[in-house]
């Protein structure tokens, strides 16, 4: 566990009470170590991450859970970066797993639009396009000054994220509940981009080949962000590109309660994968209570289906969609509780809900 900074440290402590929680009465077996690795351990240490860190955490870990990275003292980021995008990278998690899961009727913004027809996943790439830090400076810091900045599509990393979109449609609860194939749609912008987004569009049409039970389909990026408004209803599993999907996962956050609410994995099937909460540091938030801790929780709840603990991850899913619907939630999403509140409202109900039928509906992801 790797609690990070600002907020990410008040809505991680929240995520490990459920895990301790779980833990303590036997339905899970783990053990949890913490590591520093933040703002404060950076300034302290003069690095962000010891020696060989990556290599230990692939060795001796199943599962991370990360809050957020960022602190003022540290401007250009480059501490978050070395470890986020370090670990995104550095481990392969390849896919980037956002749920979008609206957990009650009161959050979702759209007119006439219930929570229940708000329920689909964004797969971004997790490892390549924008985000490789290619690039540089020619005439550096004089008027001619010019950036270039890399967007890197390989056939392989295309590959596995599309085939992995349509794995995940196959086992995502919504088409099976409306008795209709599982829809993947992918969204590039191929109409300019003629070499990486060309590429994206050749090896999705391949891949769709490959799941002939599912319906695949495309949209430019820019008219999926109006359609994730427009019909939200219509997807159940979005793919997409590292940087469309940063962006339209945000996008998607804003029709279920915001980025409080929203969890995310760093997933390599079958790997050390990291789960962390959509929402960042947010340092004007820090230290007073009243962060959301349940992005963090439904992050939890994300890494113990990881591991393979589906019933402990019910559990959790269940008793956050509870507290949601009960209004027993911090100030973000309309309750009045703080932080700590917040994931004593999810632990209660937890505890109160020791097993029991789940229902693929009450499955955040
Ligand atoms: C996210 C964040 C990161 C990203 C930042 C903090 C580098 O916005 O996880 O979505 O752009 O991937
Ligand atoms: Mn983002």
Redesign the pocket.
Known sequence: MVAGDGIGVETTREAVRVLEALAREGALRAELTPFPWSADHTLAAGRALPEGAFERLRRDFDAVLVGAFGDPRIPDMSH??EI??GMRSRLDLFANVRPVKCLDDRLSPLKGVPASEIDFLVLRENTEGAYVGMGGRFLADTKDEVAIEGDVTTRAGTERICRYAFECARRFGKPRRLGRPPRVLMADKHNVQRFGGELWRRVFLEVAGDFPDCEASHLFADTLAMDIVRRPASFDVIVTNNLFG?ILSDLAAALVGGLGVTPSGNVHPGQLSVFEP?H?SAPPLAGKGIANPLGSILSAAMLLRHLGEEAAAGRVDRAVAASVKAGETTVDLGGKLSTAAAGSAVLARLERDAGGHLGPEQAVW
């Open positions: 978050a970066k986020l995008l940063d959509v960042g």
